[in-house]
């Protein structure tokens, strides 16, 4: 028997326990349990879909080193020979070698280089739009698994009084009070809430999944903290002008970058010039002659307007792709602004009318059921209209908590 499968096996059981610890190693720096801040921190700077994002930073930075260096020389050599009479010039042989380097005489690559320092500064304030993008992604998944923990904790909190009522119903049972319709009814209802208590479940761990997703987490089952009213309650929210937007900013540097590339292309125009050197010798006999002389561009044909004229289009669109960026954020501070107002209304009207009514409710009618003023069905539907109201509640305070969220990042963008 081989003893080399034996003396392999440890390294491969090792081999396997280092791979099961770095598997996982991304979801355990990620904490189970987050706040709002928390994962608005890790979307704008620990997420791996901003990680990707700042590639395209490294992108134009390679870019403007390749515009950044200077041209290479060029050398060139050809030898002749003369097998018959040396007709041509005195020498079995001869060899020519010359160097060519080309000039930058118009700024062309001054022009190349500032024109790929505008195009950083547009990649960067890209990245600042893609993050207060994901900011806004994974805050809007964070309310929902919020709202959807505490859904689940109404739909529980539903199938424990319904339990207690069952208990009390089959207590009159025995009693002679009640009759076994009024223990089925509640059965029946006991099993609608069970249904409903498994769908909340089923969003939560759909608004789970949401959330990781958002910021870009393998293997992640975060637990929301925090109440959802402490959300929707209204927060000072410093605005910024327009143009400190980050999607203003952005189509300010896209323009700047333009106009850079208008300054490039009429440079560009420039005929090419270098210089050059050589020498040119003979053997048998041997003789030598240097060589020195310029090289100009005639523009004849191509005098490079079309690309002037390019340029110049792009940067006019780039203008006025600022503007249009300048109205639409207004425009979405604006379109928030009237949803915050909106929902704080109809949530302000739930919690005056209803709300403070909901424990009353219950408590009226078991009081009227036990004393027999009241049937089970009263009992039950009044059970079931205070859960769905609360439920109802946390929906309205939810969507009032992310309408805040979004006119907060709105206004104030990536800090």
Avoid at 40 to 63: C, F, K, M, W, Y
Wanted: glycine share 6%.
């Amino acid at each position: 028997m081989s003893l080399r499968p034996l003396a392999i096996a440890p390294l491969i059981l090792l081999a396997t326990l280092a791979a099961a610890q770095e598997a996982p190693a991304a979801a355990q720096e990620t904490p189970a349990t987050v706040d709002l801040q928390t994962v608005l921190n890790l979307a704008r700077t620990a997420s791996p879909r901003v990680a990707a994002e700042e590639q395209e930073i490294a992108g134009a930075e390679a870019d403007r080193q390749s515009v950044n260096v200077l041209p290479n020389p060029s050398i060139s050599y050809a030898g002749s020979y003369q097998p018959a009479e040396l007709t041509n010039y005195e020498g079995r042989r001869a060899h020519e070698a010359t160097i060519e380097m080309p000039l930058d005489l118009s700024g062309k690559r001054r022009a190349r280089v500032n024109a790929a320092d505008r195009r950083i500064d547009a990649a960067r304030s890209r990245v600042a739009v893609s993050r207060l993008e994901f900011m806004n992604e994974a805050g809007a998944a964070f309310v929902a698994l919020l709202a959807a923990q505490e859904t689940v904790g109404v739909r529980r909190d539903a199938m424990a009084e319904l339990d207690r009522l069952r208990g009390m119903v089959a207590g009159r049972r025995k009693s002679g009070v009640a009759s076994d319709y009024d223990v089925a009814r509640v059965d029946v209802e006991i099993e609608s809430a069970r249904a409903d208590l498994v769908e909340a479940e089923a969003d939560a761990i759909s608004a789970r999944t949401d959330l990781a997703n958002a910021l870009g987490v393998a293997n992640w089952r975060p637990t929301a903290a925090g109440t959802i009213d402490a959300l929707s309650a209204p927060a000072a929210s410093p605005a910024q002008s327009a143009n400190a937007l980050p999607a203003v900013l952005a189509a300010h540097d896209e323009q700047q970058a333009a106009q850079a590339d208008v300054v490039t292309a009429r440079r560009e125009r420039f005929p090419e010039v270098s210089v050059n050197g050589g020498r040119f010798w003979t053997t048998g006999p041997f003789g030598a002659t240097y060589s020195a002389g310029v090289t100009l561009e005639v523009p004849l044909f191509d005098r490079r307007n079309g690309a002037v004229r390019k340029a110049e289009a792009e940067a006019r669109a780039a203008e006025l792709r600022t503007e249009i960026a300048r109205a639409n954020a207004m425009a979405e501070i604006d379109r928030y602004a009237a949803l915050v107002e909106t929902r704080a209304a109809a949530f302000d009207m739930f919690n005056r009318r209803i709300g403070g009514k909901l424990g009353a409710l219950g408590r009226m009618a078991e009081d009227s059921y036990r004393l027999g003023g009241g049937s089970v069905i009263e009992l039950i539907d009044a059970t079931r209209s205070r859960f769905d109201n609360l439920a109802t509640r946390i929906d309205l305070s939810g969507k009032l908590a992310e309408a805040r969220l979004r006119l907060n990042l709105a206004r104030s963008g990536v800090q």
